[in-house]
């Protein structure tokens, strides 16, 4: 009877999991995801510490709403508890988090690694993938292509101030 569930085991390390950490500032990111959760056994993982998008469709309630148990809400072992004070990265419980993570691998999902941040070398979900690739090294890093900025906002100038008259001047 041991036979069987060796080559169970065995199947499962011979199938690469594969994680997708995706920061949905990046222009096309809703399509990507979209199309990534069409796989049913992708799994959205939600690594922010607190998960209130600036547009409606990433917002908690809705992603739960629109993948059901499919989505899940990680940033309370996986956010950055720095995310909004400019201190260093840290991870909210990495142990906690990390091991669920390698449960659902091992279960057999993908994972999409989700975070606000365009940059995923600045963003916390590169200490993620660095955590997570010491305990499940055969995991497989899916980066997106060249993100892009969602929009580039202009700062406009409060007032402006004539060639003619500088700093100096007023």
């Not at 057999?108 to 010491?134: A, N």
């Not at 892009?148 to 500088?166: D, G, H, K, Y």
Request: with cysteine; glycine share 8%.
């Amino acid at each position: 009877n041991g036979e069987p569930e060796t080559w169970k085991e065995e199947m499962k390390l011979m199938t690469t999991r594969k994680v997708y950490p995706v920061g949905y500032s990046a222009g096309g990111s809703q399509k990507y995801v979209d199309e990534l959760m069409s796989n049913p056994k992708m799994l959205l993982i939600d690594t922010r510490f607190e998960p209130r998008g600036g547009r409606e469709h990433w917002r908690q309630v809705v992603l739960k709403e629109k993948y059901q148990d499919r989505y899940h809400w990680a940033g309370e072992y996986l956010g950055n508890v720095n995310y909004n004070n400019g201190l260093p990265i840290k991870l909210a419980n990495p142990t906690v988090g990390i091991r669920g993570l390698r449960m659902y691998l091992e279960e057999g999902h993908d994972l999409i690694l989700l975070c606000t941040c365009l940059s995923y070398e600045s963003c916390h979900r590169s200490e993620i993938v660095k955590k997570l690739l010491e305990v499940c090294p055969s995991v497989e890093v899916v980066q997106p292509s060249k993100p892009e900025p969602i929009a580039v906002l202009a700062q406009p100038a409060l007032f402006e101030v004539p060639e003619e008259r500088r700093w100096h001047d007023i």
